[in-house]
């Protein structure tokens, strides 16, 4: 069994990326260059937030990630469906962590607000694509996920690459009232006894875990107190093809299966 020492942790103040204040340099109207100087910072700070999502390994926390009409409507419909929350199947490094799969929707709902707004413009825009080439995943469905139960979090674990090229995915809070901290390791200086540097924020509601599938490895501490509910979701790029031997693996709330953990080797997961 693998000893776990208690590592460094870095403030993620030191490593957050800045919101998106493009709207405090735009030019008024009469400002005959205002639009050009826009697209011009727009564009330097798509490139420096893909800088650091790349020198992350594929990794970044986002704040205020949907527009305020958007969240609502996520809340809305989550309060609509009232969904009934079950314990998650045998393959899940969860403890204790309960959920359910959100029933696609028409137009107006949370898949349309994820696949089709702010979120999706923010996937595409840390992967580098122009326009929509990174699409919500139709095979893996969106998940609500809880950690209200005493002892619920998440091992260290690696997210599998269920798709012919990795897939995108996203973590969004939509609200936090728990003790949990999410935590990630990176190379760094400050390193723990596996040679990592150790990262660690408690969500805020509106924020978005991005991470490529097989890149950083991450957890989430035991709850103490409090509830914390989050949605989970695959973007994938165009004309990717769910691969056939982890299909059983693309949701929590399926069919029943079972995954065995090897504590000595590093943890793999969806």
């Not at 690696?158 to 090229?165: A, G």
């Not at 709850?223 to 059983?248: N, P, Q, T």
Request: net charge neutral; glycine share 10%; with cysteine.
């Amino acid at each position: 069994m693998r000893t776990r020492s208690s590592p460094p942790l870095v403030s993620l103040l030191a490593l957050a990326a800045p919101h998106d204040v493009s709207s405090a340099f735009a030019a008024g109207p009469e400002d005959a260059g205002g639009t050009r100087r826009r697209w011009e910072w727009e564009d330097w700070e798509d490139h420096a937030m893909r800088r650091r999502y790349e020198n992350a390994g594929g990794f970044a926390y986002r704040q205020s990630c949907l527009t305020p009409e958007e969240f609502r409507v996520v809340r809305d419909e989550l309060d609509r469906l009232a969904l009934s929350l079950e314990p998650e199947t045998g393959d899940s490094f969860a403890t204790s962590r309960v959920g359910a799969a959100i029933p696609p929707g028409g137009p107006g709902g949370i898949h349309a607000v994820m696949g089709g707004g702010s979120m999706c413009r923010l996937v595409n825009r840390l992967e580098g694509s122009e326009g929509d080439e990174w699409t919500l995943s139709a095979d893996v469905p969106v998940e609500l996920r809880v950690y209200e139960n005493g002892g619920s979090g998440m091992e260290w674990h690696v997210d599998d690459v269920l798709f012919d090229r990795p897939q995108v995915e996203v973590v969004f809070t939509v609200d936090n009232t728990s003790d949990c901290d999410t935590m990630w390791r990176l190379p760094g200086e400050g390193q723990d006894s596996l040679g990592f540097e150790v990262h660690s924020v408690q969500t805020t509601p509106n924020s978005a875990l991005v991470l490529r599938a097989g890149g950083v490895e991450h957890k989430v501490s035991p709850l103490g107190s409090g509830r914390r509910r989050i949605l989970k979701m695959a973007f994938v790029r165009r004309g990717c093809k769910l691969r056939e031997d982890m299909a059983r693996h693309a949701s929590h709330h399926g069919v029943g299966r079972k995954r065995k953990k090897n504590s000595n080797k590093r943890k793999k997961k969806r």
